[in-house]
């Protein structure tokens, strides 16, 4: 008989040794059977959270107002960028390696003989550890796609999508109706359902309408307005009024802060939020890597942009950001990515590209992309460059080392790109 592990990280390495041996088969049916016989459920009410972009941000202000409502809150949000613990948190704070520990050792005895990705393991243990911590409500954020996601296991009383663009294409079709569809999949029948993509595509509409979910669309059952101080959201039934912009930067936010309203309303009944709350989560909400701009100079901006629909609105925060002489990009990112989408869609503010090769096998090459970002207008000039470096924290040093005091470094693209500079912080202030 195996040896169970006694440490997190000795966990973490057994089921990343065994997913390399688990081919993905896209469906729930073994999650499903590993979640029966773990008798795993919810007893409050559960906020699920998908998208192609805005997920993180739309869970984190959803948890930081209900927070300071008093409610005892878990979520679910990934993937990390420094320690595994990001994945969950009850109460505000990270689990703990004993708590995830034991809720690993659940999920292991039974599953018996079912195979289990690393995703699916992990999932199954978070969400027995929050089912199992006395919550007011759990936040879980939707990975891949929604429909055939290993969340997808729990039903949710209020389901959101956020926004829907091309990404995955390899295992959620390569046009917005295939990909609305799956996301879609986590709406459940007579369940709210909340879209906060100002255009839904056609399939997302239809499969509410087709499963009777309470489908909720911005624009028409909620809206939002504002200036330049202030702004206000419009509910089905409720108006809040006078609200501070969120903390988290970015013209985008004030669409995923929306929709969380809109999912507060939908739950009015159950968790009673007052206006305070709703002021004082929005503008006290964090998350790293989201337009994250670090404190110092040069400027140094953190963003997970890895899709064409993210590159181009890291690339509207940046235009709104005032004027620096040179912006030098650290950028890295999975081969099966429209690279040349975010490439293209960043090319009119940054100067230099400091690219690197990352800890995967499914990256792109430093020089793959290299070659790529050569071809973008204007890279035969002095005032360009592109350089290739062995891993985010050599770029990101290379940056610091040529950039001005009022330059910027905006490092993008994959979660793994962001946490090597994130890491090589860290070290530094060691």
Known sequence: MQTLPTTLP???AMLEARHAEVHINLGLERVRSVKERMALQFYCPVIMVAGTNGKGSTCAMLESILLRAGYKVGTYIKPH??????RARIGGEL????????????????????????????????????????????????????RLDAVNVIDADVAIVTSIDIDHVDYLGSTREAIGFEKAGIFRAGKV????????????????????????????????????????????????????????????????????????????????????DVRSGLVMVELPGRFQVLPGRPTVILDVAHNPHAASALNQNLGNMGFHPYTYAVFGSMADKDIDGVL??????????????????????????????????????????????????AAYANAMSRA???????????????????AARKSSLH
Not at 81 to 86: A, H, P, R, W
Not at 215 to 224: A, E, I, M, S, T
């Open 193 to 276: 359902a909340i879209c906060s993509d100002p255009v839904p595509p056609a399939s997302l509409l239809a499969h509410a309408q087709a499963i009777n979910a309470d489908l909720w669309l911005l624009g028409k059952d909620f809206n939002y307005s504002g200036d330049k101080q202030q702004w206000n959201f419009g509910g089905r039934s409720l108006r809040r009024n006078s609200l501070a912009y969120p903390s988290l930067r970015g013209a985008n936010q004030i669409l995923n802060a929306s929709a969380a309203l809109a999912a507060l309303e939908a739950l009015k009944l159950q968790l009673p939020v007052g206006a305070q």
């Open 95 to 146: 689990a703990s390696d004993a708590a995830l520990i034991a809720s690993f050792e659940v999920v292991e005895a039974a599953r018996g003989t079912t195979d289990l990705t690393y995703f699916e393991f992990t999932t199954l243990a978070i969400m027995h550890l929050l089912a199992g911590s006395g919550l007011d409500v759990a936040i879980l954020e939707v990975g891949l796609g929604g």
């Open 404 to 422: 001005g005091e009022n330059d910027r470094i905006v490092v993008f693209g994959s979660f793994l790109t962001v946490a090597g500079v994130m």
């Open 81 to 86: 960028f420094l320690d595994f613990n990001e």
């Open 344 to 393: 293209s869609a960043m090319a009119e503010h940054v100067d230099h590209w400091c690219l690197c090769d990352l800890p995967s096998a499914r990256a792109a090459s430093a020089s793959a992309v290299a070659a790529q970002v050569q071809l973008l207008p204007g890279m035969d000039d002095l005032e360009h460059s592109v350089a290739i470096f062995a891993d985010p924290s």
């Open 10 to 12: 000795q966990w973490l």
